[in-house]
């Protein structure tokens, strides 16, 4: 017997992440000692905090710094801080996993993520937001067709 998977709208989901709870980054101006006190002190910014110290002995020998993480780092309100981290070159390169970009398409087009994962497979569809997954899975295909890479053809898209 062969089912179709049933999507729903997003608007329909309750999530529990939403942009207005992230950390801001420090006004004014910029200074190491304001960036690290403005790190959110939950979940992935406790462990921000820890590779600060490592990272800058790093930089400061000319080594590059590649950043490997999962999708918390994302949903946790981190993100604006990692741009900070590229943008001056304390990071060379941040390696994340498939659902980094869900939680990062999601925000950026939604203004929240990260569904209540109990609830969601109790109801039988965990990962069935409509535009989440139509819009990824085009946007993938167009990238493959013209020889991108995952993160390549989700920032072009994202951007236009």
């Not at 710094?65 to 390169?93: F, N």
């Not at 980094?100 to 937001?129: M, Q």
């Amino acid at each position: 017997m062969k089912k179709s998977l049933k999507t729903y709208p997003m608007a329909q989901r309750h999530n529990l992440v939403h942009l207005k709870d992230f950390g801001r980054l420090p006004e004014g101006g910029f200074s190491a000692s304001k960036f690290v006190d403005s790190i959110p002190n939950i979940h992935a910014g406790v462990t921000l905090r820890k590779v600060i110290d490592s990272l800058i002995q790093a930089r400061k020998s000319n080594r590059p710094v590649l950043l490997g993480m999962g999708a918390h780092v994302i949903k946790c309100g981190v993100s604006p801080y990692l741009i900070k981290l590229m943008e001056s070159s304390a990071l060379t390169g941040i390696a994340m996993n498939g659902a980094a970009a869900i939680h990062d398409f999601e925000l950026a087009y939604f203004g929240e993520t990260s569904e209540d994962v109990a609830k969601e497979l109790k109801e039988g569809r965990f990962g069935c937001v409509e535009e989440t997954g139509a819009w990824m899975s085009e946007t993938i295909d167009k990238g493959a067709k013209a020889n991108l890479g995952l993160g390549k053809c989700l920032v072009m898209e994202i951007d236009s």
